[in-house]
C-alpha cells in the first residue's frame, strides 16, 4: 500500500489543522493505521492509532483531548484532527498502515509493527 501524507502547514499556537492520509489499493481496510511525529533530532514517536474498523483508537497522553484520529475506509483515507495545537507539537507528521491485528495499546504504538510509511507532512506551531 502507498501512502501520501498531506495538510500539514504553519499556524499559531491554539490553532487547528487537519492532516490527511490517502492510501492506494483495494484493502485499506485490511490495516491499522497510525501517526507518528519526529522533531529535530529525536525519535519517531507515536501519536495516535486506529484499527482497521474504526472502533479501537489510540493516543498519545499528551495529545488526549486536542487531537482526534478517524478513517473513511470508503475513502482509503486516515485523519488527524489536531487542534489547540502547541509549539511543542512541531514536526514532521507520518502516516503508517500496518495488518490489522493486536488489541492492546502496545501492538499499535511501536514503529517497528508498522510496514508502510507516508512522506511525512511538516507541522509548524508557532508561539
Known amino acids: 500500500v502507498q501512502l501520501q501524507a498531506s495538510g500539514g502547514g504553519l499556524v499559531q499556537a491554539g490553532g487547528s489543522l487537519r492532516l490527511s492520509c490517502a492510501a492506494s489499493?483495494?484493502?485499506?481496510?485490511?490495516?491499522?493505521m497510525g501517526w507518528f511525529r519526529q522533531a529535530p533530532g529525536k525519535e519517531r514517536d507515536f501519536v495516535a492509532a486506529?484499527?482497521?474498523?474504526?472502533?479501537?483508537?489510540y493516543y498519545l497522553d499528551s495529545v488526549k483531548g486536542r487531537f482526534t484520529i478517524s478513517r473513511d475506509n470508503a475513502k482509503n483515507t486516515v485523519y488527524l484532527q489536531m487542534n489547540s495545537l502547541k509549539p511543542e507539537d512541531t514536526a514532521v507528521y507520518y502516516c503508517?498502515?500496518?495488518?490489522?491485528?493486536?488489541?492492546?495499546?502496545?501492538?499499535?504504538?511501536?514503529?517497528?509493527?508498522?510496514?508502510?510509511w507516508g512522506q511525512g507532512t511538516l507541522v509548524t506551531v508557532s508561539s
Open positions: 489499493g483495494r484493502t485499506f481496510s485490511s490495516y491499522d
Open positions: 486506529v484499527n482497521w474498523s474504526g472502533n479501537n483508537i
Open positions: 503508517a498502515a500496518k495488518p490489522a491485528r493486536g488489541r492492546y495499546y502496545s501492538d499499535y504504538v511501536d514503529p517497528g509493527r508498522y510496514a508502510y
